[in-house]
């Protein structure tokens, strides 16, 4: 059995909600109430990932800071579609995050996993 990665369990690009960094607080709360998620990631206009915003970024800031003054100069944690599921698992659990992006070899948006992507892989691993 091959061994599932990241392109077998993300959620294609196409199907990833994003804000870009000129994009306002307000924007994002919007974005995350609509789509009942808690956070997405930020990309610029070339699509290249440049961080992730939640909804724990926006619980105090102002309706008008932009997406780029609250996520500052951090540097996005990101893995590519190559990744198997326990190096996403290790990722998720070592950087303490809830949602990796998955990108390209340009950081370009491929699409993102989730901890529940992770557990249901490995629930469907242990039914086998």
């Keep these: 059995m091959a061994v599932k990665k990241a392109k077998?369990?993300?959620?294609?690009?196409g199907k990833v909600v994003t804000v870009g960094p000129k994009d306002k607080a307000a924007d994002v709360i919007k974005a995350l109430v609509k789509n009942n998620i808690s956070g997405m990631p930020v990309v610029d206009a070339d699509g290249v990932v440049v961080g992730v915003i939640t909804e724990a970024d926006v619980l105090t800031?102002?309706?008008?800071?932009?997406?780029?003054?609250?996520l500052g100069e951090t540097k996005p944690v990101v893995a590519h579609a190559d990744?198997?599921?326990?190096?996403?698992?290790?990722?998720?659990?070592?950087?303490k995050i809830?949602?990796?992006?998955?990108?390209?070899?340009?950081?370009?948006?491929?699409?993102?996993?989730?901890?529940?992507?992770?557990?249901k892989a490995k629930m469907k691993k242990q039914k086998k």
């Design 8 to 13: 077998d369990i993300m959620t294609k690009k």
């Design 61 to 70: 800031a102002r309706s008008t800071t932009s997406v780029a003054k609250m």
């Design 83 to 95: 990744a198997t599921v326990t190096e996403l698992a290790d990722l998720l659990s070592s950087k």
């Design 98 to 119: 809830k949602r990796v992006p998955i990108v390209d070899d340009k950081g370009k948006l491929a699409g993102v996993v989730s901890r529940i992507d992770v557990l």
